[in-house]
């Protein structure tokens, strides 16, 4: 089983509707963070969380929110889907300030 | 403002030769630097790493070089293996500012040709 899973692997929806990507880990590590990969864009950083009561905007944090409801459980939020937000979404942990991230499968968006 | 940059987009290179990937940076306060490999329908794997007390780190056929002051660094793979065809992302934090996110590059394809 994987130590960061992502739900759903795929979902299509249509502009207005609300999504949830959600996340789950079992690693252990207090660090979660939520990324977007676009083409010739890279990996960018939408929210992260140090820990349940700790959440902070990345470089792309509009239109999106997050909720931390425990340790292991970290999820992304559309409140209003648009077409520009059609991405591959990565959730990520992380022991500590320093070291590796570990990412999960990735969550496929497309908002028509 | 892209802080870190891979500027080529695709690679390719034959098996057995080197591969060179770049990667250049903008923050002088970066000071840890990671390398991450992509396949397809996969999520990043973590490759190697560099801390800006070093100029070098290696790991069996993977080395990546880092040039503080000119703000690059490299990847280099040899000898290339067909499996090594994916995505590689460059990354780098200030652990000294205490910041705690990665920044990453916007990756470079590889192709291993047989």
């Known amino acids: 089983d994987a130590d960061v899973t992502q739900t759903p692997r795929n979902r299509i929806t249509k502009t207005g509707k609300r999504i949830m990507l959600e996340c789950s880990q079992t690693?252990?590590?207090?660090?979660m963070y939520w990324y977007r990969q676009d083409p010739g864009l890279g990996l960018r950083l939408i929210y992260y969380s140090f820990d349940v009561k700790d959440i902070n905007k990345g470089e792309i944090s509009d239109g999106y929110s997050v909720s931390r409801q425990a340790q292991a459980k970290f999820s992304l939020s559309l409140e209003s889907a648009i077409p520009n937000q059609t991405a591959l979404y990565f959730c990520?942990?992380?022991?500590?300030?320093?070291?590796?991230?570990?990412f999960g499968e990735g969550s496929r968006l497309t908002v028509l | 403002d892209q802080q870190v940059k891979q500027n080529s987009p695709s690679l390719s290179v034959q098996e057995g030769r080197i591969s060179i990937l770049n990667c250049d940076y903008t923050n002088s306060m970066f000071d840890y630097f990671l390398w991450y490999k992509k396949y397809p329908a996969e999520g990043p794997t973590f490759l190697i790493s560099i801390s800006s007390i070093k100029d070098k780190n290696e790991d069996g056929r993977f080395t990546v070089f880092l040039n503080k002051s000119a703000k690059h660094l490299s990847l280099h793979i040899v000898p290339s293996q067909p499996g090594d065809s994916a995505v590689y992302f460059c990354?780098?934090?200030?652990?000294?500012?205490?910041?705690?996110?990665?920044?990453f590059g916007q990756g470079t394809r590889l192709t291993i040709n047989p």
């Open positions: 990520a942990t992380r022991y500590g300030s320093t070291g590796e991230l570990f």
């Open positions: 990354a780098a934090s200030a652990i000294r500012q205490g910041a705690q996110k990665l920044v």
């Open positions: 690693k252990g590590h207090d660090r």
